[in-house]
């Protein structure tokens, strides 16, 4: 059973695409540890795309951040790069496509998603970010 009170983790990563799998894996053993084992396999695909991209399209260094809060698990990457992200396509029309599909799986797969443009202590970039509510009994598939 999922605690009732809220936390949060980042994990700052430098532009590597290892970071992905340390992200995900992280990712899995912070949701493991807090009782959401249910949340596992969707977090992780959208901590892996959210991430994928940070390292795929800048330059700079990036950051998982994990919060969870009132029965709700965000999921963000900040990346250095202040453009705003691709809006995402529907799946169904990027699934045959080699590319372009992140953001839609993020959109498919989450209950909610956004980003927003950063500037804190001297850092520019963005932090885009989507959410998970807590599993519900008998639910087994969330990307309706």
Same mark, same amino acid.
């Not at 994990?66 to 965000?74: P, Q």
């Not at 900040?78 to 992140?102: H, K, Q």
């Not at 970010?129 to 009994?137: D, H």
């Given at each position: 059973?999922?605690?009732?009170?809220?936390?949060?983790?980042?994990?700052?990563?430098?532009?590597?695409?290892? $970071?992905?799998?340390?992200?995900?894996?992280?990712?899995?053993?912070?949701?493991?540890?807090?009782?959401?084992?249910?949340?596992?396999?969707?977090?992780?695909?959208?901590?892996?795309?959210?991430?994928?991209?940070? *390292?795929?399209?800048?330059?700079?260094?990036?950051?998982?951040?994990? #919060?969870?809060?009132?029965? *709700?698990?965000?999921?963000?990457?900040?990346? $250095?790069?202040?453009?705003?992200?691709?809006?995402?396509?529907?799946?169904?029309?990027?699934?045959?496509?080699?590319?372009?599909?992140?953001? $839609?799986?993020? #959109?498919?797969?989450?209950?909610?998603?956004?980003?927003?443009?950063?500037?804190?202590?001297?850092?520019?970039?963005?932090? *885009?970010?989507?959410?998970?509510?807590?599993?519900?009994?008998? *639910?087994?598939?969330?990307?309706?």
């Amino acid at each position: 059973m999922p605690e009732d009170t809220s936390w949060e983790y980042s994990l700052y990563i430098p532009n590597d695409p290892r $970071a992905v799998t340390i992200s995900r894996r992280t990712l899995r053993l912070i949701l493991t540890m807090h009782g959401l084992i249910g949340l596992v396999d969707v977090a992780e695909l959208l901590a892996a795309e959210l991430i994928g991209n940070a *390292v795929l399209h800048t330059k700079g260094p990036a950051a998982l951040r994990v #919060r969870w809060s009132a029965g *709700v698990l965000r999921i963000g990457a900040w990346d $250095a790069d202040p453009e705003p992200p691709d809006a995402p396509a529907r799946f169904a029309d990027v699934a045959e496509d080699e590319n372009g599909r992140g953001l $839609a799986l993020v #959109r498919a797969c989450s209950d909610l998603w956004g980003w927003q443009p950063l500037s804190r202590f001297g850092n520019r970039g963005k932090y *885009v970010w989507c959410e998970l509510g807590a599993p519900q009994p008998g *639910v087994t598939n969330r990307a309706s």
